[in-house]
């Protein structure tokens, strides 16, 4: 039987304007045209969890792309219905939006010249294909001789490729967008994709959302309900997003911040992921934006920006609830570097040293008088001790090379009470300041430095050792001289930073 001449035929010349002004912003947006072809396909057969195989051969002398699975096929006559109806399929489910079939015979023409769809039924022996061209308005359909199927299916060939497009379309690429762009339907199981690439191959899996599970009721609309699977976790570098599901779990955005209505806070910080699920959203035929109609996109947004306040309030909270724990941990490590440091500096001659301890200015750790001493600088140094127990409990024994000290202080119980570092529950304008009566050095967790360094523990933990340095040696040695406090304060730092390093 001769090869059949195809003319390609647009029903809807509104329609073809409306899909034609959509371009695909990515060849990987092509690719996924045909992987979502064959997930509908599946859907309309009730295959659930029947797989998808895309195969990369980029490498050699006729590079291609192919598409495999094993659905219902497509008949002769069902190849030729596609092919003169180009814009009036739909997706599986969804009237309302355009393409799958139709317009992914098209989506080739990013990606390369050639498109050839190898097609066999389940009630049919023979396997037919349809041979697409890059700006041809016919179509060629024969039956396949070469490349028959065994199986019902269709497999998509896409050849003479652009040398762009072999660059993009790697295995890791294509797999890491699969991932985030088909999630919702691998995570129900409803189908799933394998990616292979010479002797490589793997299977993408859907994301695991982390961290804390926001219970919110679903919001009913005059256009169905609007549902919300949200996840709050911490800062930790890693990319978070929220997708937006259509109809059939079809992401219609992968990331929520795509829209201007949500490009900030909560939705920004790579803390919020999840899925906010509204079948009635329409995706533009790009497969890269939703339709923003009168109807069904102001309600989405209506219904999202309800639940803004209640994202952001479990965001600030899991935040606080990090932050103190790296605190607790930060000032454990810190409260056994400066037993250290200190141990180290008692045995070294200290020009800042008041023999005796009869002033504050000893070299001791951070214990002072509760009874003169309120936590501001500014009280401690104004007030004169009143005597020796007023400075410490108890009274310190001499300043001895012998002595069997611990830390700066030479009395080993004084020493055993080294500072705790906590966030300032009344923050000023300075970075920190020391409370001799509990013992703490409160840091300024509101200060511009603090939130430089916050995100990265190893500099966290130099920059609240610096802090503890300072408070240290600026209570120990009141009557310096700015110069003697700042050859103090960097013979501790250097000591602080050595141990600091060990750690690393």
Known sequence: MPPEKVRLRIRNLAKAVLVSGQAYQDPKDALNE??????DDYAEADRTGARIRILLRRKGRYPAIIVDDVGRGMSRDRLREVARSLFESSKVGDSRTLGEKAIGMLAFQQLGQRCDVVSRTADSAETWVLRLERGKATATLEQERRRVRQLPGTTIYLSDLDPDVLRVLTQRKVVDYLRARRGPGLARGDYEIEVVEGSSSEIVLPERPDGVRLTIPARNT?????EFALYVAPSDGKRRRVAVVGRAGTSVVDDLTELDEFDCAPWDTNQVSGQVMFESLQQSAGRRAILRDRDAFPLFVEAVKAIEPSVARTVERVSKDVDA??????SDQ??????????ELSDLDNPMLSAGGSVPGEGGVLVGPASSVNGDHGDSRDKEPSGIDDLFVPPPKPISRDSDAEGGRPDRQGSSRLPTVLPDPNPREARSRFDAEQGIVFFNDVHADYLMVKDSEPVLLD???TLVAKEYVVYNNPRAASDELGEELVRMLVRVRRHISRRS
């Not at 005059?222 to 609007?226: A, D, E, I, K, S």
């Not at 724990?325 to 930060?330: A, E, H, K, S």
């Open 325 to 330: 724990q790296t605190t607790d941990r930060l």
């Open 463 to 465: 920059y609240l050792s």
């Open 334 to 343: 810190i409260r056994r570097i400066f037993g250290r440091v200190l141990k």
């Open 34 to 39: 045909f992987v979502s072809n064959a997930a």
């Open 222 to 226: 005059l256009w169905g309900r609007v």
